[in-house]
């Protein structure tokens, strides 16, 4: 994150503080390797921001896999069915297997970063574990440590 400064102008009794327009916060992008943690209903939202954590520390998903997608291909304004398939296509098959990870998801960015040049397409690893209580939806498990144990 940025940090906001202030600086003060003192003239006379008058105070002023000045606050430069250009702060803002920097968001971190994951890289291959990193572990993330998301909130467990946003884990399989194609455009939610994750927070990069360090791997000894709980955390449900591991970045495997990023794709910069060519400005021209408009990803961000395909259908979701067409996204899926292209993501399906780029993100597996995974070059391995793993002892411990089992899903893979994937997270483009939304249409205001694909505008500001954000072309990435990641991909995941996650932990599921079918349902006891008759669902149908996956429960996605979080875990310590580095998992990723694939290319």
């Known amino acids: 994150m940025g ?3 202030k600086r003060t102008l003192t003239i006379g009794t008058l105070a002023i503080l000045v606050f430069p327009t250009n702060a803002v916060a920097v968001e971190k992008v994951p890289k291959i390797g990193n572990c993330l943690n998301y909130v467990k209903s946003e884990v ?3 455009t939610a921001i994750p927070k990069i954590v360090p791997c000894s520390g709980m955390h449900n998903s591991e970045v495997y896999r990023l794709i910069l997608l060519k ?13 899926n398939s292209i993501a399906e296509n780029l993100c597996t098959p995974w070059k391995g297997s793993s002892k411990f990870l089992n899903q893979w998801t994937y997270k483009v960015p939304n249409i205001s970063k694909w505008k500001s040049g954000d072309l990435q397409l990641r991909c995941e690893a996650i932990k599921t574990v079918e349902p006891t209580d008759g669902s149908t939806l996956l429960i996605v ?3 310590k440590g580095k998992k990723l144990d694939f290319k």
């Open 3 to 5: 940090s906001i400064w």
């Open 44 to 46: 399989f939202d194609q």
């Open 71 to 83: 400005d021209s291909s408009n990803f961000s304004q395909l259908s979701q069915l067409a996204q």
């Open 141 to 143: 498990s979080t875990w």
